[in-house]
């Protein structure tokens, strides 16, 4: 509504009263429609029902509240002093506090997550869903590697957290081979996987490699819904082996965990090696991905990230970096994967589906692409919010659909959009995200 | 026979190069000598970028041979060669029209992209390098100074830490021939560096080719327009119009050529006669006065 409003200093009544009348009626109209009035089941059909205060008082909120704002907020005109220039003040706020502090930062958010299982709050509640933020941090570095780094979208991640899942099952179900054994087999195979996939895409570009990406996701989810006798089809594969802890098994009895350690058998054990479990192979992805950002391979990524044509000028093979850059970022994938089988204890393809990949994504993106810290931020905010409104259960996807309209509208390029360079000779100056090019797929 | 005929760095033969009905490059056949500047010039659509990619390998000639020799004898069959394999084995790099750097790098950065090879090599292929081997640290030492000596010369040492993309238009520019510096090259293809640059970039962009040639022994092949470019510090031009080589000689020889006057004054092939008696004529009244 910037038109209707003048940018000088000054509101004139008659363009208050306007916007207004104009404000009411569109939420008028709206809201009467949508809250005014319900369907019921009656006796012989539906009944109508008639809210007609609640819309109203929906109308009300809306032409009281932008009376109230450009009171406040917009008195010196829209765009001075809005929503947006409050949050970039916060957000930079914050951003200043931490700023040439990201160790102390990161060595300050270790600790905390360490002691995080024993604080006095903590329940187990609170241990799954930091589980789970976990997973997703993993799975987000993990993607952060194709799609942030080598700028190389890929749609269909989701199958090589797959892969591991079905790797560790199915290992484990056929051959008897423990959870241990079976990470790295996990990992492997879905390395492998990823250059499988990396073949026929290395020659698209842009929109086509997205979609590439995308059915190669779906073929495995496919796949692993009709094979029936292999992989047990929409039944999925249950009873699958715990982790134990050096040889020991988080069981009741003589030998096992709590035994050992004289501690009095408790289910939640289990959960907290879990959550330490995931921990270690999240930092293990971090502590990677920063490494080989500084080695010749993680600069290459970003080179094909930035020109493809001016690599290969330059003698790099960018068929192996992006072989590279898609089989690192599926093992880790795999690593999740294996980690999200023993943990559930269940897997079926109905926990592969083409959603993960986009919430997996959307984590990538709104943290801000190849920012590892990013990364984290957006994994609570989005899965943290979903847990916060798992009460309002209809309007969750509405609600996160909204967010991200907004983040991205406020921050497009992700939270934290700046990238710190691999290596400096004077200074680590950070560059600013209008520079730096998004890749393939964008 | 020319100096560039007796120590060949890079023979073009019968290089031919069709895109559907137009052909673009026609029988084209010169040499590139060893340490020399080599300008190929011509008007616009000669077919002077379509030599370069195909020399570079990012096209793949119809017909010809395009034969690159190290001082070592080694002799490399670049129109066989896939495209990136052409910097890293035959060491032939080339710089783009539309400069093409790592815009969000930094100048650092950029110029240890152009060392990844032998960096890869002394990281064990990323698995010494993950671990920190000292190996790699010192290759890397190694990488970084080169990076520096090369920063240095072209006048880049102050913005090493700034992003690709943030430098000054002439910046970028030498930033593009530094970085392929950085890969070690035998020959070095630029195509139109001069392009955009003012009189005193252009200047500096002069010094850097001559401190490239004297003391890296790197041969240069160069496309231009500018002819203050051309003329002040080639050894050797080639003049292609319609994708054909009409003219090959020093600065001197090329620039009475009544040919290449022709090409780029656009006479009809019959005045070409008094075109000749007229230059010829200036050049008397020159050696007189």
């Known amino acids: ?442 | 026979m020319a100096k560039w005929d007796e120590n060949v760095l890079l023979s073009v033969e019968h290089l031919s190069m069709r895109f559907g009905g137009l052909l673009a490059v026609n029988d084209l056949s010169f040499n590139v000598g060893r340490g020399d500047i080599t300008a190929l010039i011509g008007p616009n659509g000669a077919g002077k970028t379509t030599v370069f990619n195909c020399i570079t390998g990012f096209y793949k000639p119809t017909e010809g041979m395009i034969t690159a020799r190290h001082d070592d004898g080694k002799t490399f069959l670049l129109e066989r060669m896939d495209d990136f394999k052409i910097p890293k084995k035959a060491k032939v790099a080339r710089t783009f029209q539309n400069i093409r750097l790592f815009g969000g790098m930094t100048v650092l950065e950029n110029m240890m992209v152009a060392q990844h090879n032998p960096l890869m090599i002394a990281s064990n292929y990323t698995f010494g390098g993950i671990f920190g081997l000292s190996g790699f640290r010192n290759a890397e030492k190694e990488a970084i100074e080169l990076a520096k000596y090369w920063m240095n010369h072209a006048g880049l040492t102050e913005r090493a830490d700034d992003a690709a993309a943030d430098l000054p238009y002439g910046d970028q520019r030498k930033l593009e021939i530094a970085r392929a510096m950085c890969t070690r090259p035998k020959l070095l293809c630029l195509d139109e560096p001069a392009a955009g640059l003012n009189p005193r970039e252009s200047d500096e962009l002069n010094k850097l080719l001559l401190f490239i040639r004297e003391n890296e022994k790197t041969g240069i092949l160069l496309i231009e327009h500018d002819m203050n470019v051309v003329m002040e510090i080639s050894d050797h031009v080639v003049v292609l119009d319609y994708g054909e080589k009409i003219s090959d000689g020093t600065p001197d020889q090329v620039k009475t050529d009544p040919k290449v006057i022709a090409a780029y004054l656009g006479v009809d092939d019959d005045e070409i006669e008094d075109v000749e008696q007229e230059i010829v004529k200036t050049a008397t009244t020159e050696e007189g006065a």
């Open chain 1, 1 to 442: 509504m910037a038109e209707q409003t003048p940018n000088s200093g000054t509101l004139s009544p008659a363009m208050l009263a306007k916007d207004l009348l104009v404000s009411g009626i569109l939420a008028a109209a709206i809201f009467t429609t949508t809250l005014g009035f319900k369907t019921e089941t009656a006796v012989g059909g539906l009944s109508l029902e008639y809210h007609l205060g609640l819309g109203l008082s929906a109308v009300a909120v809306v032409v009281i509240g932008r009376l109230i704002l450009w009171l406040t907020l917009w008195r010196k005109g829209p765009g001075t002093g809005g929503a947006g220039e409050i949050a970039d003040g916060v957000f930079n706020g914050i951003v200043k506090i931490f700023a040439g502090r990201t160790k102390q930062l990161g060595i300050a958010a270790l600790i905390f997550a360490l002691v995080f299982p024993f604080l006095p709050f903590t329940d187990r509640y609170y241990i799954d869903l930091a589980t789970l933020i976990l997973t997703y941090v993993m799975l987000g570095w993990g993607l952060n590697i194709v799609v942030g780094l080598a700028g190389l979208l890929d749609l269909g991640y989701v199958a090589f957290y797959a892969i591991g899942a079905y790797s560790y099952a199915l290992l484990a179900q056929y051959f008897g081979f423990s959870f241990w054994l079976c990470l790295p087999l996990a990992g492997i195979l879905a390395a492998f996987w990823g250059i499988i996939l990396g073949f026929p895409v290395l020659r698209l570009r842009g929109d086509y490699l997205a979609i590439v990406t995308l059915a190669f996701g779906e073929i495995i989810r496919v796949v692993l819904l009709n094979w029936y006798q292999f992989t047990g089809g929409p039944d999925g594969l249950s009873g699958i082996p715990r982790p134990s802890f050096f040889g020991l098994e988080f069981k009741r009895g003589e030998g096992n965990f709590a035994d050992v350690f004289g501690l009095e058998y408790s289910s939640i054990h289990r959960i907290i090696f879990l959550y330490f479990l995931i921990l270690a192979l999240a930092l293990l992805t971090n502590f990677v991905t920063n490494r080989l950002r500084r080695l010749p391979i993680g600069r290459a990524w970003e080179a094909l990230r930035e020109d493809e044509i001016a690599c290969r000028s330059l003698g790099l093979n960018t068929t192996m970096v992006k072989l590279s850059a898609f089989a690192i970022g599926a093992m880790f994938a795999g690593f999740a994967g294996s980690f999200f089988a023993t943990r559930q204890g269940f897997i079926s393809p109905e926990s592969f589906t083409f959603i993960e990949s986009a919430l997996i994504l959307a984590i990538v993106v709104l943290g801000g692409m190849g920012s590892q810290v990013g990364v984290v931020v957006a994994s609570i905010a989005l899965i943290g919010g979903f847990e916060i409104f798992r009460e309002a259960e209809q309007f969750r996807m509405l609600i996160f659909g909204l967010a991200m309209v907004v983040i991205m509208v406020w921050k497009p390029r992700g939270l934290i959009s700046t990238r710190i360079p691999s290596i400096f000779l004077k200074e680590k100056k950070a560059v600013s995200s209008d520079m730096v090019a998004q890749g393939e797929g964008h």
